[in-house]
Structure formats: structure tokens, C-alpha cells
């Protein structure tokens, strides 16, 4: 079955601490991967997304992550952790399609330390 | 001109009441979704809709979960007779066009609390 893991639940950075959140994906095929934001009484919103070609991606607020097939891994990385980016933050892929229906991983939430 | 809108925020229901939750989806995306958010988990597909047609209903968990978009616009998903397990965060999400390819902008969800 198609599925999304994110192995880690929680994690605590120091602010200006670079920060890497994994995410792996079980598909038959490689699908469409995206990173989405969730902050407390926000909506997800959509850092980055890889469809093809260069497999190093930039996003919005300062986020890149890297898409590596021989793993079946999309990492979020941030070079510098503002205190801003304490959120949950979620890891999905999309087999394409019509419908373009999510899946999701379970969530990690960052903790940013003053 | 905001973003996809969801109402009411919060909804507290007894076991085995009916609820209807409604999402305003942003004007002119033909692409409307709904998830369901558990306390602690990722969120989980349940429906999908192309204007007012019904594509894709396959994480609907059981027949008590039903979704509507009569004019292609605002949806409305209804549960009935609700069960504590159906107490989750529902988020609405809308398109501009049908592909995973296109954006899925996401409301802030509605709360479901079954006492």
C-alpha cells in the first residue's frame, strides 16, 4: 500500500540551528512529494513540492529539501532555524492522476529553544 | 477574495446526533477535497469532487459520512448518527484545476468533538 512515513514525532532545535526533518514514501512509482506547514489554528500550507527534474527543491521561509530516489526520501532542510518555524509540519505525496489526492505522513512538530 | 473558508470552527455534538460541516472553497477552483485530522495524526483523504461531480469517495469510512457540492461551489459534508471516533479536525482544500500538480490550498478545519 501507498504510504508516507515520517520517523520522527517531535524534534527540538536551537534557534539559528540547522534542521533537517525526514520523510520516506512507499509507492510503486515515484510520486509527487510536497512538504506542508501547520501551525496552531492555521490551515497547512505549502512549503515545496518535487514533480521532476532537479532534485533539489527550494520553498518559501528559507526551506529546501532534497528528493533521493536509491532512499524513497524527500528531507526538509533549513540552514537557520528562526523561532517562527515552530510548527508541525507534514510530508505528503500524490500518485498524480485526476484527482490528486494527498497522503500524508503522521506529522513531526519542531520545537524551536530561545 | 480570501482563501477557502470553513464553518463552524468548532462543533460539539452528543453520540449519535447529526452534523453538517461546510467549506467555501476559493472561487473558481474546480477541485474540492476533504480530509479528516486525528488528534496526533497526518491528515486522511476522505472524498474528492471535480465541479459538483463525486469522483472519488473512497476514504469515506462508512456509510454515515456523505458529501455534497450541488452547484460546484461550496460543499457541505454531513455525518450522521456520530461516534465518539468520528472526533477528529476536518479540513477542506480546494484546487484551481483537477492534478496533483496543482496547488491544494487548505481551509483551517472544522473541530468535531463527540461527547
Known amino acids: 500500500a501507498q504510504s508516507v512515513t515520517q520517523p520522527d514525532i517531535h524534534i527540538t532545535v536551537s534557534e539559528g540551528a540547522s534542521l533537517e526533518l525526514r520523510c520516506n514514501y512507499s509507492?510503486?512509482?515515484?510520486?509527487?512529494l510536497f512538504w506542508y506547514v501547520q501551525s496552531p489554528g492555521q490551515g497547512l500550507q505549502l512549503l515545496l513540492k518535487?514533480?521532476?527534474?532537479?532534485?533539489l527543491v527550494q520553498g518559501i521561509k528559507g526551506f529546501e529539501a532534497e528528493f533521493k530516489r536509491s532512499q524513497s526520501s524527500f528531507n526538509l532542510r533549513k540552514p537557520s532555524v528562526h523561532w517562527s518555524d515552530a510548527a508541525e509540519y507534514f510530508c505528503?505525496?500524490?500518485?498524480?492522476?485526476?484527482?490528486?489526492?494527498?497522503?500524508f505522513g503522521q506529522g513531526t512538530t519542531l520545537q524551536v529553544k530561545p | 477574495g480570501a482563501g477557502v473558508s470553513q464553518s463552524p470552527r468548532y462543533k460539539v455534538a452528543k453520540r449519535g446526533q447529526d452534523v453538517a460541516l461546510r467549506c467555501d472553497p476559493i472561487?473558481?477552483?474546480?477541485?474540492l477535497f476533504w480530509y479528516q485530522q486525528a488528534l496526533g495524526q497526518g491528515p486522511e483523504f476522505l472524498t474528492y469532487?471535480?465541479?459538483?461531480?463525486?469522483?472519488?469517495k473512497s476514504g469515506l469510512p462508512s456509510d454515515r459520512f456523505f458529501a455534497e457540492r450541488p452547484e460546484g461551489s461550496v460543499s457541505t459534508l454531513k455525518i450522521q448518527r456520530t461516534q465518539q471516533e468520528d472526533s477528529a479536525v476536518y479540513l477542506c482544500?480546494?484546487?484551481?484545476?483537477?492534478?496533483?500538480?496543482?496547488?491544494?490550498?487548505f481551509g483551517p478545519g472544522t473541530r468535531l468533538t463527540v461527547l
Open positions: 469532487f471535480q465541479n459538483e461531480a463525486q469522483l472519488d
Open positions: 505528503a505525496a500524490s500518485q498524480g492522476g485526476n484527482t490528486g489526492k494527498l497522503i
Open positions: 482544500a480546494s484546487s484551481y484545476r483537477q492534478g496533483a500538480y496543482n496547488e491544494q490550498f
Open positions: 472561487s473558481g477552483h474546480v477541485s
Open positions: 518535487y514533480f521532476s527534474g532537479d532534485t
Open positions: 509507492y510503486g512509482a515515484t510520486p509527487y
